[in-house]
């Protein structure tokens, strides 16, 4: 009972330690505003967009009806839902200009305490509360905050000291640990696809280290499971990702700029602005290497190869994938190029730096100034090569009202349908257009997300050009009757043909049976893990009462 008061008032005092570190991290918006780097718009416009279509009622969303300036995309089935979930629910509570910060703060603090949670297990609680708070304000998650918004990736961040937590307890804990690491698993690609890639390929490898380390084959037999069971537990997401993956433009996701090729550390392409931020996540990465490098070399005699050899092959997988030599690996390896930007490893590399900082330096001083030196490649790369973009709360305010009015905003080209070109969209079109030999009177009746309709009176059959996407989930009636609806060549946008006369029109979504399908797996697998934890803890209290007699 003792030990469990004194383990609960740990993890308080790492949690106020954590969310006050987060906390300081973001002081500089008070003065700047709020950091509006690479992929703000898209996350904030997501959340102001799933939180009016819960109030509509769509529990689940699918389709982005303000993508693209009103035509639409199918975001919300290709892009993984925890973090446009969390922050539509921050929005529920919250001013929007005040969402973006209690969004990072909260993430940032989730960081540090899944990492105390590791580290607790491998060092004294102070020693863990010092890699917490480096783990959790690290240089590459301070870039993330103020340059790239990436908000998806920075949540996925809270989960990856826990995956190496349950890897180390593989061989004491055995089948107990496969339920937590499905859930890890599952966390992965719920959050961020490049993420749950490299936590898949981590897992592996930090899983063939365990099982060479302790002979065990059971070991890999545990974390199949897992990845079996957890992705299973994904599977409400991933099988519709699977199944539709045909029907969008989804390979614009490697489109030049955003491929391997072009994002290894100090790569330069004819892009200045590319070639700018390349140099401030190549800066950081080098900073972080070298104090990686040295700490293990230190650390090698004074760590116990249980922990000293996982940090060595994580550091060094994550440094090496991030170098141009290993192009062949981005190309061959299966859908590693997905992860996109090499330089993204440094979320794996995090925490390794993070431990072995603590492992190899025993003076206190000396921990806090390598860890300064670090944090100061932030203000360095801020200075020296390109400050960021900020956003006022004016600015924010105009984002939502575009939401609310209708007005939208640009998108993006992989979750339109397979052949569609927005760039050849016109924004100002009309909901529908009428075309044919005589006229035609269109009134809207209701335009929703998901639902739609019109009542047209045309003096000789036609069609209408819808200013929407044609997407195959979009079913139509005309006068109670469904037809078959035609796509424009350029734009893939929606043609209803109309008979002369009065016509009453319904475009609806239908769910489709992956996701429905995916559910159930869901829900099976969730059930499962309940009945494999709910065994392993009644084995675990058999043997301890069989000690105790």
Same mark, same amino acid.
């Given at each position: ?5 004194? %383990? ?26 709020? &950091? ?18 819960? @109030?509509?009622?769509? !529990? ?14 199918? @975001? ?56 917490? +708070? ?14 790239? $918004? ?7 961040? $809270? ?7 349950? =890897? ?16 890890? /698993? ?15 390929? $981590? ?11 302790? @002979? ?23 099988? &519709? ?8 433009? !989804?390979?614009?996701?490697? $489109? ?39 700490? +293990? ?22 440094? /090496? %994938?991030?170098?141009?030599?290993? %192009? ?26 993070? !431990? ?60 339109? #349908? ?11 079109? &009309?909901?529908? =257009? ?37 997407? #195959? !989930? ?7 009757? @469904? ?67």
């Amino acid at each position: 009972m003792a030990d469990a008061r004194s %383990l609960k008032h740990q993890f308080i005092i790492a949690a106020i330690l954590m969310g006050t570190a987060a906390f300081c991290a973001l002081i500089p918006w008070f003065w700047c505003g709020i &950091p509006s780097g690479h992929d703000f718009e898209y996350h904030l416009n997501s959340w102001i967009e799933v939180l009016a279509q819960w @109030r509509q009622g769509i !529990l689940y969303p699918h389709w982005s009806a303000l993508a693209h300036f009103g035509y639409g995309e199918a @975001r919300y089935i290709f892009y993984p839902p925890a973090s446009w979930t969390l922050g539509a629910v921050l929005g529920a509570l919250l001013p929007w200009k005040i969402v973006p910060a209690a969004y990072n703060w909260l993430a940032l603090t989730l960081a540090g305490m899944s990492m105390f949670a590791l580290a607790r297990r491998l060092t004294t609680p102070s020693n863990a509360m010092f890699a917490a +708070l480096f783990y959790a304000v690290n240089p590459y998650h301070l870039v993330i905050v103020y340059w790239r $918004s990436a908000e998806a990736e920075l949540l996925a961040a $809270s989960y990856l000291p826990l995956l190496l937590l349950f =890897v180390l307890r593989l061989d004491e804990d055995g089948s107990r640990v496969i339920t937590p690491l499905s859930l890890i /698993v599952a966390a992965g690609w719920l959050t961020n696809i490049p993420s749950a890639v490299m936590i898949m390929y $981590s897992l592996g490898a930090l899983a063939l280290w365990a099982a060479i380390f302790r @002979r065990s084959g059971k070991i890999l037999l545990h974390v199949a499971a897992a990845i079996a069971l957890g992705m299973g537990v994904a599977a409400i997401y991933l099988l &519709p990702v699977f199944h539709q993956r045909g029907w969008v433009n !989804l390979r614009q996701v490697l $489109s030049p700029g955003i491929r391997p090729l072009e994002n290894f550390l100090f790569t330069v392409t004819r892009d200045p602005d590319h070639n700018r931020f390349n140099r401030i996540v190549s800066v950081v990465a080098l900073w972080e290497i070298i104090i990686l490098v040295v700490s +293990l070399w230190i650390a090698r005699r004074r760590s116990a190869k249980k922990i000293w050899q996982p940090l060595l092959l994580w550091g060094t997988i994550s440094t /090496v %994938l991030m170098v141009k030599i290993t %192009l062949p690996l981005w190309n061959h390896l299966p859908v590693l190029e997905y992860v996109q930007f090499p330089w993204r490893w440094l979320l794996c590399l995090n925490v390794a730096v993070a !431990l072995v900082v603590v492992f190899a330096l025993e003076r206190w001083w000396l921990r806090i100034l390598i860890c300064a030196i670090a944090l100061l490649s932030v203000p360095f790369v801020w200075h020296r090569i390109q400050p960021p973009w900020w956003d006022k709360p004016a600015d924010i305010q105009e984002m939502v009202d575009n939401e609310h009015d209708g007005i939208g905003n640009d998108g993006t080209d992989e979750y339109v #349908p397979s052949g569609a070109d927005p760039s050849d969209i016109d924004q100002n079109a &009309p909901l529908a =257009v009428y075309h044919g030999s005589g006229a035609a009177q269109i009134n809207i009746a209701g335009w929703q997300t998901e639902q739609r309709q019109l009542n047209v009176t045309a003096t000789a059959p036609g069609t209408l050009t819808m200013r929407l996407f044609n997407y #195959p !989930l979009w079913t139509v009636q005309v006068n109670g009757q @469904r037809i078959t609806t035609q796509s424009t060549d350029d734009t893939v946008q929606m043609l209803i043909p109309i008979p002369a006369g009065e016509s009453r029109i319904q475009i609806l979504w239908a769910e489709a049976w992956d996701r429905k399908l995916g559910a159930g797996i869901s829900a099976l697998c969730l059930l499962l893990l309940g009945l494999i934890w709910m065994r392993c803890n009644r084995s675990v209290n058999l043997d301890r009462s069989v000690v105790v007699s």
